[in-house]
Protein backbone atom coordinates (compact mmCIF):
# COMPACT_ATOMS: atom_id res chain seq x y z
CA UNK A 1 0.00 0.00 0.00
CA UNK A 2 1.32 3.39 -0.76
CA UNK A 3 1.65 5.97 1.82
CA UNK A 4 -0.92 8.83 1.30
CA UNK A 5 0.12 12.41 0.67
CA UNK A 6 -0.19 14.72 3.38
CA UNK A 7 0.80 18.18 4.38
CA UNK A 8 -0.14 18.35 8.03
CA UNK A 9 -0.36 15.61 10.77
CA UNK A 10 -3.63 16.36 10.60
CA UNK A 11 -3.87 14.96 6.95
CA UNK A 12 -2.97 11.20 8.20
CA UNK A 13 -4.91 8.37 9.24
CA UNK A 14 -4.77 7.43 12.82
CA UNK A 15 -2.70 3.75 12.61
CA UNK A 16 -5.11 0.91 12.19
CA UNK A 17 -8.27 3.30 11.12
CA UNK A 18 -9.66 2.64 7.82
CA UNK A 19 -10.87 5.49 6.31
CA UNK A 20 -14.16 6.57 6.04
CA UNK A 21 -15.19 6.66 2.64
CA UNK A 22 -18.23 7.27 0.90
CA UNK A 23 -20.43 11.05 2.27
CA UNK A 24 -20.30 12.25 5.41
CA UNK A 25 -23.56 12.23 7.06
CA UNK A 26 -24.90 16.04 7.14
CA UNK A 27 -28.00 15.42 10.42
CA UNK A 28 -25.88 17.82 12.24
CA UNK A 29 -26.36 20.62 9.44
CA UNK A 30 -29.95 20.21 7.76
CA UNK A 31 -32.74 22.03 8.82
CA UNK A 32 -33.53 25.84 8.81
CA UNK A 33 -31.57 27.83 10.89
CA UNK A 34 -31.94 31.57 12.22
CA UNK A 35 -30.15 34.63 12.97
CA UNK A 36 -29.37 34.82 16.41
CA UNK A 37 -29.36 38.81 15.99
CA UNK A 38 -32.95 39.72 15.43
CA UNK A 39 -31.32 42.89 13.81
CA UNK A 40 -28.88 41.44 11.49
CA UNK A 41 -28.02 43.19 8.50
CA UNK A 42 -26.66 40.30 6.72
CA UNK A 43 -27.55 36.68 6.54
CA UNK A 44 -30.98 36.17 8.31
CA UNK A 45 -31.35 32.30 7.50
CA UNK A 46 -30.30 29.46 6.33
CA UNK A 47 -32.11 26.22 4.89
CA UNK A 48 -29.97 23.40 4.50
CA UNK A 49 -30.52 19.68 3.48
CA UNK A 50 -29.72 17.09 1.87
CA UNK A 51 -30.78 15.77 -1.82
CA UNK A 52 -29.18 12.83 -3.61
CA UNK A 53 -26.17 12.70 -1.08
CA UNK A 54 -25.20 16.46 -2.07
CA UNK A 55 -25.71 19.03 0.84
CA UNK A 56 -28.06 22.29 -0.37
CA UNK A 57 -28.11 25.47 1.16
CA UNK A 58 -30.06 28.35 0.46
CA UNK A 59 -29.33 31.41 1.94
CA UNK A 60 -31.64 34.93 3.01
CA UNK A 61 -30.40 37.88 3.42
CA UNK A 62 -31.77 41.09 5.49
CA UNK A 63 -33.77 43.60 3.81
CA UNK A 64 -36.06 46.15 5.11
CA UNK A 65 -39.26 44.72 3.14
CA UNK A 66 -38.73 40.52 3.17
CA UNK A 67 -35.63 38.46 3.60
CA UNK A 68 -33.75 38.59 -0.31
CA UNK A 69 -33.99 34.45 -1.17
CA UNK A 70 -30.42 33.88 -2.43
CA UNK A 71 -31.14 30.57 -4.50
CA UNK A 72 -30.28 27.11 -3.36
CA UNK A 73 -26.74 26.18 -4.35
CA UNK A 74 -24.78 22.98 -3.58
CA UNK A 75 -22.68 23.22 -0.21
CA UNK A 76 -19.13 21.13 0.32
CA UNK A 77 -19.62 19.38 3.73
CA UNK A 78 -16.81 19.07 5.76
CA UNK A 79 -16.21 16.20 8.94
CA UNK A 80 -13.81 16.93 12.03
CA UNK A 81 -11.04 14.90 11.08
CA UNK A 82 -9.88 12.62 8.13
CA UNK A 83 -11.36 9.57 10.01
CA UNK A 84 -15.18 11.28 10.31
CA UNK A 85 -18.47 10.01 9.19
CA UNK A 86 -20.43 13.55 10.56
CA UNK A 87 -20.43 16.67 9.00
CA UNK A 88 -20.42 19.41 11.46
CA UNK A 89 -18.85 22.48 8.43
CA UNK A 90 -19.66 23.72 5.03
CA UNK A 91 -18.80 25.56 2.72
CA UNK A 92 -20.80 27.28 -0.85
CA UNK A 93 -19.59 30.04 -2.96
CA UNK A 94 -22.80 32.55 -4.47
CA UNK A 95 -21.65 34.46 -7.51
CA UNK A 96 -24.48 37.16 -7.71
CA UNK A 97 -22.86 38.59 -10.83
CA UNK A 98 -21.72 42.01 -9.11
CA UNK A 99 -20.23 40.18 -5.83
CA UNK A 100 -19.21 36.89 -5.27
CA UNK A 101 -19.97 35.84 -1.36
CA UNK A 102 -18.01 31.93 0.00
CA UNK A 103 -19.86 30.84 2.86
CA UNK A 104 -17.76 29.06 5.59
CA UNK A 105 -19.96 27.88 8.45
CA UNK A 106 -19.47 25.11 11.11
CA UNK A 107 -21.88 24.08 14.13
CA UNK A 108 -21.10 24.05 17.38
CA UNK A 109 -23.02 23.14 20.54
CA UNK A 110 -26.27 23.50 18.75
CA UNK A 111 -24.87 26.79 17.22
CA UNK A 112 -24.09 27.60 13.68
CA UNK A 113 -21.33 30.06 13.24
CA UNK A 114 -20.98 31.73 9.69
CA UNK A 115 -18.28 33.53 7.86
CA UNK A 116 -18.77 35.47 4.73
CA UNK A 117 -16.19 36.55 3.10
CA UNK A 118 -17.65 38.83 0.15
CA UNK A 119 -15.71 40.34 -3.17
CA UNK A 120 -17.43 43.01 -5.09
CA UNK A 121 -17.32 42.66 -9.09
CA UNK A 122 -19.46 45.77 -9.93
CA UNK A 123 -16.48 48.54 -9.79
CA UNK A 124 -18.60 49.97 -7.23
CA UNK A 125 -16.05 50.80 -5.06
CA UNK A 126 -17.49 49.08 -2.37
CA UNK A 127 -14.57 47.59 -0.11
CA UNK A 128 -14.82 43.75 0.08
CA UNK A 129 -15.96 42.41 3.56
CA UNK A 130 -16.20 39.78 6.20
CA UNK A 131 -18.82 39.12 8.18
CA UNK A 132 -19.51 36.80 11.09
CA UNK A 133 -22.65 35.84 12.19
CA UNK A 134 -24.66 33.21 14.64
CA UNK A 135 -27.68 31.00 13.96
CA UNK A 136 -30.14 29.12 15.62
CA UNK A 137 -32.63 26.19 14.88
CA UNK B 1 -26.49 57.67 -10.48
CA UNK B 2 -28.09 54.11 -10.75
CA UNK B 3 -28.54 52.22 -7.65
CA UNK B 4 -26.01 50.15 -6.17
CA UNK B 5 -27.19 46.03 -6.38
CA UNK B 6 -27.36 44.42 -2.97
CA UNK B 7 -27.98 40.59 -1.59
CA UNK B 8 -28.39 41.92 2.23
CA UNK B 9 -28.44 45.22 3.95
CA UNK B 10 -24.73 45.07 4.96
CA UNK B 11 -23.93 45.39 0.83
CA UNK B 12 -24.89 48.82 1.08
CA UNK B 13 -22.34 51.84 1.75
CA UNK B 14 -23.13 54.52 3.99
CA UNK B 15 -24.68 57.87 2.56
CA UNK B 16 -22.01 60.11 1.46
CA UNK B 17 -19.17 56.84 1.25
CA UNK B 18 -19.82 56.28 -2.38
CA UNK B 19 -17.22 56.37 -4.86
CA UNK B 20 -14.68 56.24 -2.03
CA UNK B 21 -12.23 54.22 -3.89
CA UNK B 22 -9.25 53.18 -1.74
CA UNK B 23 -7.66 49.90 -1.32
CA UNK B 24 -7.33 47.59 1.94
CA UNK B 25 -5.20 48.06 3.77
CA UNK B 26 -3.61 44.68 4.37
CA UNK B 27 -0.95 45.77 7.06
CA UNK B 28 -3.34 44.26 10.60
CA UNK B 29 -2.60 40.53 8.58
CA UNK B 30 1.28 40.89 7.74
CA UNK B 31 3.91 39.06 9.16
CA UNK B 32 4.92 35.70 10.35
CA UNK B 33 2.10 34.45 12.60
CA UNK B 34 2.57 31.26 14.50
CA UNK B 35 0.36 28.77 16.01
CA UNK B 36 -0.25 29.34 19.51
CA UNK B 37 -0.83 25.76 20.28
CA UNK B 38 2.87 24.07 19.98
CA UNK B 39 1.31 20.73 19.54
CA UNK B 40 -1.06 21.41 16.83
CA UNK B 41 -1.56 19.11 14.09
CA UNK B 42 -2.53 21.71 11.72
CA UNK B 43 -0.76 24.89 10.38
CA UNK B 44 2.09 25.90 12.42
CA UNK B 45 2.85 28.81 10.60
CA UNK B 46 1.67 31.22 8.20
CA UNK B 47 3.98 34.09 6.84
CA UNK B 48 1.92 36.60 4.75
CA UNK B 49 3.31 39.17 2.74
CA UNK B 50 1.94 42.26 0.32
CA UNK B 51 2.50 41.92 -3.44
CA UNK B 52 1.09 45.07 -4.59
CA UNK B 53 -2.14 44.82 -2.71
CA UNK B 54 -2.52 41.37 -2.79
CA UNK B 55 -1.92 39.42 0.37
CA UNK B 56 0.33 35.97 -0.43
CA UNK B 57 0.33 33.46 1.68
CA UNK B 58 2.57 31.11 2.57
CA UNK B 59 1.74 28.11 5.23
CA UNK B 60 3.40 25.67 6.94
CA UNK B 61 2.00 22.16 8.26
CA UNK B 62 2.75 20.29 11.18
CA UNK B 63 5.24 17.47 10.44
CA UNK B 64 8.44 15.87 11.68
CA UNK B 65 10.71 16.08 11.90
CA UNK B 66 10.02 19.87 10.01
CA UNK B 67 7.31 21.92 9.70
CA UNK B 68 6.07 20.89 5.98
CA UNK B 69 6.27 23.91 3.12
CA UNK B 70 2.68 24.52 1.38
CA UNK B 71 4.40 26.90 -1.09
CA UNK B 72 3.22 30.48 -1.79
CA UNK B 73 -0.76 31.53 -3.48
CA UNK B 74 -1.99 34.50 -3.97
CA UNK B 75 -5.13 35.49 -1.35
CA UNK B 76 -7.89 37.89 -0.83
CA UNK B 77 -8.05 40.11 1.59
CA UNK B 78 -11.26 41.34 3.55
CA UNK B 79 -12.29 44.96 5.80
CA UNK B 80 -14.98 44.83 8.12
CA UNK B 81 -17.51 46.49 6.04
CA UNK B 82 -18.63 48.06 2.95
CA UNK B 83 -16.89 51.43 4.06
CA UNK B 84 -13.76 49.58 5.69
CA UNK B 85 -10.28 50.25 4.69
CA UNK B 86 -8.09 47.80 7.29
CA UNK B 87 -7.47 44.36 6.34
CA UNK B 88 -9.73 42.19 8.94
CA UNK B 89 -9.66 38.54 7.38
CA UNK B 90 -8.46 36.81 4.34
CA UNK B 91 -9.19 33.54 2.32
CA UNK B 92 -6.93 31.86 0.23
CA UNK B 93 -6.78 28.67 -1.69
CA UNK B 94 -4.58 25.41 -1.88
CA UNK B 95 -4.59 23.38 -4.87
CA UNK B 96 -2.61 20.36 -3.75
CA UNK B 97 -1.67 17.33 -6.00
CA UNK B 98 -4.07 15.60 -3.49
CA UNK B 99 -6.43 18.00 -1.84
CA UNK B 100 -7.94 21.26 -2.08
CA UNK B 101 -7.66 23.46 0.82
CA UNK B 102 -9.77 26.59 1.87
CA UNK B 103 -8.09 28.85 4.60
CA UNK B 104 -10.79 31.71 5.59
CA UNK B 105 -9.18 33.38 8.47
CA UNK B 106 -9.95 36.68 10.46
CA UNK B 107 -8.34 38.81 13.04
CA UNK B 108 -9.98 37.95 16.71
CA UNK B 109 -7.81 41.31 18.54
CA UNK B 110 -4.66 39.96 18.44
CA UNK B 111 -5.12 36.52 17.15
CA UNK B 112 -5.51 35.27 13.73
CA UNK B 113 -8.00 32.31 13.40
CA UNK B 114 -7.45 30.50 10.71
CA UNK B 115 -9.98 27.74 9.24
CA UNK B 116 -9.02 25.63 7.26
CA UNK B 117 -11.84 23.10 5.20
CA UNK B 118 -9.83 20.25 3.27
CA UNK B 119 -11.06 18.23 0.80
CA UNK B 120 -9.28 14.98 -0.35
CA UNK B 121 -8.96 14.94 -4.29
CA UNK B 122 -6.83 11.33 -4.43
CA UNK B 123 -9.28 8.69 -3.68
CA UNK B 124 -8.02 7.84 -0.70
CA UNK B 125 -11.43 7.74 0.89
CA UNK B 126 -10.22 10.05 3.57
CA UNK B 127 -13.30 12.48 4.80
CA UNK B 128 -13.20 16.31 3.77
CA UNK B 129 -12.92 17.98 7.66
CA UNK B 130 -12.37 21.24 8.99
CA UNK B 131 -10.13 22.31 11.53
CA UNK B 132 -8.76 26.12 13.10
CA UNK B 133 -5.93 26.84 14.46
CA UNK B 134 -5.18 30.08 16.27
CA UNK B 135 -1.94 32.38 15.24
CA UNK B 136 -0.05 35.17 17.08
CA UNK B 137 2.72 37.36 16.11
CA UNK B 138 6.02 36.92 18.07
Not at chain 2, 8 to 21: A, F, Y
Amino acid sequence: MTALEYVRAEDRLPEETAPPGGALDPALLVGTWFATDKQAAGVVRLELRQQDGCLLVRAFGADPVQPNDWGEIEATAYGSSVAAVDAMAFSAMYDFGFLVTILAAYAKQGILVLDTFNTFTDASGRSNYFSREFFHR
Amino acid sequence: MSSLQTTRTKDKPQPGRIGLVLPVNLRPLLGGWVNYDKGSTGIQRLEIDDWEGTPVVRAFGAGHPDPIDWGEVAGAAFADGVDGHHAVAFTATYHLDFATVLLAAYLNKRLLVVDAYSTFTDGSGRASYFQRDHLYLP
